[in-house]
């Protein structure tokens, strides 16, 4: 299973590093994306790195806030967020990927065959 966790309040302008980390199988097999829904919304993919990290996808709402990593040995693909926004508030989820590419695919997609439980991110004053 996945299980994402990293999240919490943070402020305006603020950081936070999310993990994904595996438990029963290697992450290092798969790529691995992420989702988000905020209050109201739909989830929609966030950004995915590929097996071998030589491959990243962003969506347009958080380019150049993000960045993604992944050490193997630890079983843990991080997401990195930067000079966040209230409205990136959301229930950030991650989810093993068929192949890393652009995030307009939908959380249901089979290309998303394990996905995890999520972690609350929230951007306040």
């Known amino acids: 299973q996945l299980q994402a966790s990293g999240g919490g309040l943070v402020q305006p302008g603020g950081s936070l590093r999310l993990s994904c980390a595996a438990s029963?199988?290697?992450?290092?097999?798969?790529?691995i994306a992420w989702f988000r829904q905020g209050p109201g919304n739909e989830r929609e993919g966030v950004s995915c790195i590929s097996k071998n990290s030589a491959r990243t996808h962003f969506a347009d709402t958080m380019k150049g806030r993000l960045t993604m990593s992944r050490d193997n040995a630890k079983n843990t693909v991080y997401l990195q967020m930067s000079n966040l926004r209230p409205e990136d508030t959301a229930v950030y989820y991650c989810?093993?990927?068929?192949?890393?590419?652009?995030?307009?695919?939908?959380?249901?997609?089979?290309?998303?065959?394990?996905r995890g439980q999520g972690t609350q991110v929230t951007v306040s004053s």
């Open positions: 029963g199988f290697s992450l290092a097999y798969f790529d």
């Open positions: 989810a093993t990927d068929r192949g890393c590419s652009p995030m307009s695919r939908s959380w249901q997609s089979s290309d998303f065959e394990i």
